[in-house]
Structure formats: structure tokens, C-alpha cells
């Protein structure tokens, strides 16, 4: 469904965010990205819709090369969830969601902003899904909760009906309730439409509950693929290690059990 | 004050937030403002107006300007707010069918004309049957006023209408190229750059006189400047919801629509309510060269004299101003 041919990024600055990462993602799977801040998590994702381009190797969604002809239509069927949500905070939550099947809408609706029915009925049947209820449909997003925000977030993400859903810390700004609380809805609505989602996150503990497979970086570079189980027995530390913004409660996490999430929550 | 002890380190000290060279920049400014002050004949200004002041307090005895402003108070209250009109002028007068309120009035004139036999110049006294209207010229000076608003309502439009591709092209991240970006920024400068009342001069060589060379002039020079705001709110915007836009395949125009112009509306709506305001003051303005609307009559009516209907026009321009203002105010507050 989605591969990656040994792709490398070098910024203009001179960074090398990515260096030679193989990966294939099947179908519906939900990858967790893992790395500390600089490790290439949002680099990789942003290739996936051409928001960076490789400088060698190639992203293929879906059996087909991503190159400057057909970014657009294949950006149509990537989604995406922001960690800050990126919602336009004076525009009402219906709005907001409608937005999202902008790419589907001739300019004359985009700009009377009255979609086709069945992108409307759509409109709603998300964001019902994702918690929210009618009276909020006019609300101005601003008025929101973070949570709220990000629920709204994923419901326009969801407007385009992709096939890949990439989310860029979609908690990081969140509460640990909240957090568990839109991975959940975030996992679920996947799985329903069996979208394939690839999730960067800061936080271990998430990302062994949630994650079918877990994908590690450390300075551009591969380090661990496998699952949830596979990187408890290996220890969190090879990721972290050696690293100044290691998260607080990495050390502890390898320990961590549904158990003791139930307890914080 | 006790010493620390032990002393801090001698890398440990604050130096207050200026320094000598602080110090020598504002003397060289005092000293140029000192040097343009006496060009421009500053000194003089401020004896006059002291003058004035212990003239209008009885301290002095004599202040030009003092008796100057009270001149022109004197000639312009009583404002003028009756329209006299001779009936001889007037044509098909109807003695049984007068304008409301319009009543007949017998005014006698002193005239002085030379008798051709005694070549002596003799006075006499010539009676004229004129209309008085008590409101009449108020009520010409309002139709003035409307069609200065209305001047001022169709500037702004077209401004509007003009600064909206100006800005999408003058604003850096949208601008499909450098040369579209750079001709747009140009145009704007150099609607900018020329005056209302400049544009008006020329416009109305081109259009003759009247309000169309009028509502020109000002829509040009506030397209320049809305185009300018504009442009500036969405290079500003918060990148976020328009990333997320494009990342999804959007468009620019699609989303400017939906990731730029909710986000600046409320700057927006702000500009355009003072360009509409600076509108309305400045078409009272461009009518002095006759582009229409109650300018020209306030110049017509200045050349002659006649300075009791100058006030009449003044007290109305101050009262339309003062709504108007009421009026932003209020919009603002509800469109926010």
C-alpha cells in the first residue's frame, strides 16, 4: 500500500533528516512512529503527500510513484491530522469539517460554501462519530477544547475518504485523558474503513497500546520496526538513548501495562 | 548601604539602558528641529498665539490673529439656513402654490446708481418681492451631503472591488511569480503615492466636473491602500490551517477562501469601515476642484462671501462625521 524506497532527505541547511529507509506498509495497518524531536518522524510523513519531496528514493502509494504530475490527485487520497489540529480557529466546526472535501468541490461551492449533499450528510455522520453533537455544528472552533479541536481534526481528515492517514502528533498538545481518549476514536475510525494510518507520537506508552506495528528513528535512520511486544522486550532506551529531549516517563514505560493506564485514566 | 560581602564577581554589573550615544542622537535632533522650527517661522507662531490668548483674557491689547478668528466667527454665526430667492428669477412663479413652509417677503435694498443729468451719484431704495424658505438652503445642503455619501459609498466599493486581485497578487505566498508580485506592489505604491485631491485635478480634466471624477479619485487611492493592508493580513496569517489545506490538494484559491479570509475578516471589516470614513471626509474635500458633492458648493459658496452658508455646510459635515462614526463604531462591535 505504501512504500518507501530508500528514501533520504537533505535539507537546504544541510540536515540530513532522512538517510536510506526502506519500509512497506500494508493496508490498513496502524504504524506508530517513534523517535525523538528531530529524528525524522515528520519528514517521513511529509513525504508521504509531497509536503517534502525525497532528495533520492521514492514514495509509492497505493502501486504508484508520487512525482510533481499526479501529487495532486494523490494528495486527495492522503489525510491528515495536525498536532496544533490546523483548523481555521473563526470558522464554524461544520465549515471546518466541509473543508476537507474541498478538493472534490467546484470553486462556485467552495465559495458560496454549500456543498453537495452527500458531502454534507458526510459532514455530519463524522463528527456524530466522533463525539460531537448538533449544536456545535455552527459553534466558531475556537470555542472549543483542545480535544474537542482534535476530534474535529480527524472528522475533516475523514471528509476525503482516504486511503492513508497520516497524523503528526496528533496528542502532543493534549492531556493524557484526552490523548487516550482520540487514539482510541483515531484507531477505531481506521480500522472501520480499514484506512491505513501512519501516526507519529511522543509518547511510548500510546503507541505500545495503539500501534500494530511500531517504526523507530534515531537521526534519520531506521532502528526498529516490529511490534508493540517485540520493542517492550527490547527496551525503549535504544531509542532514547543519548538524546536531550528524552521524554520524562520513557524510563519506565518498557513496564507499563494496560493496567496501570486504566489506573492514570 | 551595607557592601556585599563578598563582593560579586566584577563581571556581575548594570549599566543603565542608555548610553552617550543615545544622549547624542537626541541632541542632534533637538538641534534639527531647532534649525527647521526657525525656517518655518515657529518662534513667530508661538508669540501670535500667546498674544491671541491674553488678548481673549484682556492682558493684551491687540492680537491680529485674535481679531482675524473673531472676524470670521462673526460672518459665519448665524449659520445660513434660509434660502431667499428672488420671485422675478424664479421661473413660472405660482403666487397660490408655494413650497411648504415658503412664504413672500418684501425686501428693501439700498442701491446706489449714477444719475446720467447731474452725473451725481444718487441712493435709492429698491423694493424686490423675494420667496423666503426657512429650511431651503439646509435642505439643499443635505441633498449636497447625500450625494457625498453616496460619493464616499461607491469609492469604497470599487476600492474594495479593485484592492481584491491587487492584494491576492501583491501578497508574497500567493503571487503565482515574482513579476505578478512585483507589478502588483508597484501599482499599489504609485496608487498610493498620488493624492485624492491630485487624481480628482486630473480626472476631472478627463470627466469634467461632477461626482464621477470624484468617486475615481477615491477609489483609486484607497484601492492602493486596502490592496497594501491586505496584501500584508494574509502574508501574516497563520500558516497552520492553510498548510493543512494544501496538504489535502486544495488549491490557492480555495484555500485563501477557507484558511486566510476567516482568520483577517475582522481586519478586513476594520479597514474598510475606515476607508469608508476616510471616504466620506475626503469627498468633501475633492469637491473644491470639482469632483462633486458638497465641496463644491463649500467652494462656490466660500468665493463669494457668503460664510453664513459656509457654516451651515461646516455644522453639517461635523454632524455627518459624528454619526458616522457612531455608525463604524457600532458595526464593528456587532461584525467582531
Redesign the interface.
Known amino acids: 500500500m505504501l512504500k518507501f524506497h530508500s528514501v533520504s532527505k537533505r535539507y537546504d541547511d544541510g540536515t540530513q533528516a532522512l538517510s536510506e529507509v526502506h519500509l512497506d506498509i500494508p493496508q490498513g495497518q496502524f504504524c506508530v512512529l517513534l523517535g525523538s524531536s528531530g529524528a525524522g518522524k515528520s519528514t517521513l510523513l511529509y513525504m508521504v503527500n509531497g509536503l517534502v519531496t525525497p532528495t533520492t528514493g521514492q514514495v509509492e502509494i497505493g502501486g504508484k510513484a508520487l512525482n510533481r504530475a499526479n501529487m495532486k490527485s494523490i494528495r486527495r487520497t492522503v489525510g491528515m491530522v495536525h498536532q496544533q489540529f490546523n483548523l481555521t480557529p473563526r470558522l464554524s466546526v461544520a465549515m471546518n469539517v466541509l473543508s476537507g472535501a474541498l478538493p472534490f468541490v467546484s470553486y462556485l461551492r467552495a465559495a458560496a460554501m454549500w456543498y453537495p449533499r452527500v458531502l454534507r450528510e458526510r459532514a455530519c455522520k463524522l463528527l456524530a462519530e466522533v463525539g460531537l453533537s448538533p449544536e456545535h455544528l455552527t459553534r466558531r472552533v475556537s470555542e472549543l477544547s483542545g480535544g474537542q479541536m482534535q476530534r474535529v481534526g480527524i472528522a475533516r481528515a475523514f471528509m476525503l475518504e482516504p486511503q492513508v492517514l497520516l497524523a503528526d502528533e496528533p496528542v502532543a498538545s493534549l492531556d493524557p485523558r484526552v490523548s487516550r481518549d482520540i487514539m482510541v476514536l483515531l484507531r477505531d475510525e481506521a480500522k472501520r474503513r480499514g484506512t491505513t494510518v501512519v501516526c507519529s507520537l511522543h509518547q511510548p506508552e500510546l503507541a505500545v497500546e495503539f500501534a500494530d506495528r511500531i517504526i523507530a528513528l534515531k537521526g534519520g535512520k531506521l532502528i526498529f520496526d516490529g511490534t508493540p511486544e517485540q520493542l517492550v522486550a527490547a527496551g525503549l532506551d535504544s531509542i532514547y538513548q543519548n538524546n536531550e529531549s528524552k521524554p520524562a516517563p520513557s524510563h519506565s514505560v518498557p513496564h507499563v501495562t494496560p493496567q496501570m493506564l486504566e489506573a492514570l485514566a | 548601604m551595607k557592601p556585599l560581602s563578598p563582593p560579586l564577581p566584577k563581571d556581575w554589573q548594570l549599566t543603565p539602558p542608555w548610553t552617550a550615544k543615545h544622549l547624542l542622537i537626541g541632541i542632534a535632533l533637538l538641534a534639527l528641529l531647532a534649525l527647521t522650527g526657525s525656517r518655518l517661522e515657529m518662534p513667530r507662531m508661538i508669540t501670535e498665539i500667546g498674544e491671541a490668548i491674553g488678548y481673549s483674557v484682556g492682558l493684551t491689547e491687540k492680537s491680529p490673529v485674535a481679531t482675524g478668528l473673531a472676524r470670521i466667527g462673526h460672518s459665519i454665526f448665524p449659520i445660513q439656513i434660509a434660502e431667499v430667492t428672488e420671485i422675478s428669477r424664479i421661473e413660472n412663479f405660482d403666487r397660490n402654490h408655494l413650497p411648504l413652509f415658503a412664504r413672500i417677503e418684501i425686501q428693501e435694498t439700498k442701491t446706489a446708481h449714477l444719475n446720467t443729468d447731474t452725473l451725481q451719484m444718487e441712493t435709492g431704495v429698491e423694493k424686490k418681492a423675494v420667496l423666503v424658505e426657512p429650511l431651503g438652503y439646509l435642505k439643499i445642503v443635505l441633498v449636497k451631503m447625500v450625494e457625498t455619501l453616496e460619493i464616499a459609498l461607491w469609492a469604497t466599493v470599487l476600492s474594495i472591488l479593485l484592492s481584491i486581485p491587487l492584494a491576492y497578487y501583491a501578497a508574497s505566498n500567493y503571487s503565482p511569480n515574482k513579476l505578478t508580485y512585483f507589478l502588483s506592489r508597484s501599482s499599489i505604491s504609485l496608487l498610493r503615492s498620488v493624492p485624492e485631491l491630485i487624481t480628482a485635478l486630473f480626472l476631472v480634466l478627463a470627466f469634467g466636473f461632477g461626482p464621477i471624477a470624484g468617486v475615481l479619485a477615491l477609489a483609486l487611492h484607497a484601492a492602493g491602500f486596502l490592496g497594501k493592508f491586505y496584501a500584508e493580513d494574509i502574508e501574516n496569517a497563520?500558516r497552520?490551517?492553510q498548510?493543512?489545506?494544501?496538504?489535502?490538494?486544495?488549491?490557492k484559491?480555495?484555500?485563501l477562501?477557507?484558511?486566510v479570509l476567516?482568520?483577517v475578516?475582522?481586519q478586513y471589516v476594520a479597514y474598510n469601515l475606515y476607508i469608508l470614513d476616510r471616504n466620506v471626509r475626503m469627498a468633501t474635500v475633492i469637491g473644491l476642484v470639482g469632483a462633486g458633492g458638497i465641496g463644491q458648493e463649500l467652494k462656490g459658496r466660500f468665493d463669494m462671501f457668503h460664510f453664513g452658508h459656509v457654516g451651515t455646510i461646516l455644522v453639517v459635515i461635523f454632524i455627518t462625521v459624528l454619526l458616522l462614526d457612531q455608525f463604524s463604531a457600532r458595526t464593528r462591535k456587532k461584525l467582531l
Open positions: 497563520d497552520k490551517p498548510q493543512s489545506l494544501e496538504a489535502i490538494g486544495a488549491g484559491l480555495k484555500t477562501w477557507y484558511g476567516p482568520q475578516m475582522p
